[in-house]
């Protein structure tokens, strides 16, 4: 990808703290973007920050965001026009997981991961749409990026919340791409398979708690070797061409897409 291809772009990135969030945050930075980093973590957002403007490509702001709520969403918006001029990508990426049994999901269990995952993503979509459309079509082309899973395609017995808020994600990118393309907004997203970040090693630790493996560990090996084809598990350095190639130009002429960055989990 060349190194100034997302040059001028203002991109506002929520879950960036850490993981692939952080990891995108400075893979967009690197190739010449502006970008505004959103999470509840403001700690870990503004050492990302700090990391991407000592390096002197792009520029890097930080805010604290609540995705659950709409007021911090368009604070977020707001702050990205403020420091940079104008919004042209949001990149909805904040979420989380709690695995449970479907006998054991509760309304605690359910409604914090559809806040988080599904209704975020809408908040974040809206509110970025809103600064777009007022912008006008003409400064586009503009995008939305939602990251999806491979639970947008399919789900196991022990993560159906986070499942059913990944399934809600594939039915914003294609209803939303429907809603927007005639503002000159394009909707898109990646679904990652078994990542390792801090999300997941938290998610293997919850797994065991429940007795759905016997060691730490042992839930990453166990699908490396049995259901991912590529016979191992990812790290975010393995999702950011993706979600560069969405965030770029050469992606112009798509909308209502969700690709999977699985290494052969989920066939389509």
Not at 122 to 144: H, S, T, V
């Amino acid at each position: 990808m060349d190194p100034k291809r997302l040059k001028g772009k203002n991109i506002l990135i929520t879950g960036a703290a850490q993981g692939m969030g952080a990891a995108i945050s400075e893979y967009y930075a690197a190739h010449g973007a502006n970008v505004c980093l959103g999470d509840v973590n403001v700690v870990g957002v503004e050492e990302v920050a700090s990391r991407i403007n000592a390096l002197g490509n792009g520029k890097a702001i930080f805010i604290k965001l609540d995705v659950t709520s709409r007021a911090d969403n368009a604070s977020a918006v707001n702050a990205t026009v403020e420091a940079f001029g104008s919004i042209n990508i949001a990149l909805l990426n904040a979420g989380i997981n709690k695995p449970k049994f479907f006998m054991d999901i509760d309304e605690e269990n359910w409604d914090s991961i559809m806040n988080v995952n599904a209704k975020g993503q809408l908040f974040g979509m809206q509110e970025a749409a809103r600064q777009m459309i007022k912008q006008g079509k003409d400064a586009g082309p503009y995008k939305l990026i939602n990251v999806g899973s491979i639970l947008s395609r399919t789900t196991f017995d022990d993560v159906i919340p986070y499942s059913c808020s990944k399934h809600a994600t594939l039915a914003l990118i294609t209803g939303g791409a429907k809603a927007l393309v005639e503002h000159n907004i394009t909707v898109n997203g990646y679904g990652p398979g078994v990542v390792r970040t801090e999300l997941w090693e938290q998610l293997d630790k919850d797994l065991v708690a429940i007795g759905k493996f016997e060691k730490e560990g042992q839930s990453m090996d166990s699908l490396a070797e049995n259901m991912i084809l590529m016979k191992r598990y990812s790290y975010p350095e393995d999702v950011v061409g993706t979600a560069g190639f969405l965030a770029s130009s050469d992606s112009d002429y798509m909308t209502g897409q969700l690709f999977m960055i699985d290494g052969g989990m989920v066939m389509q």
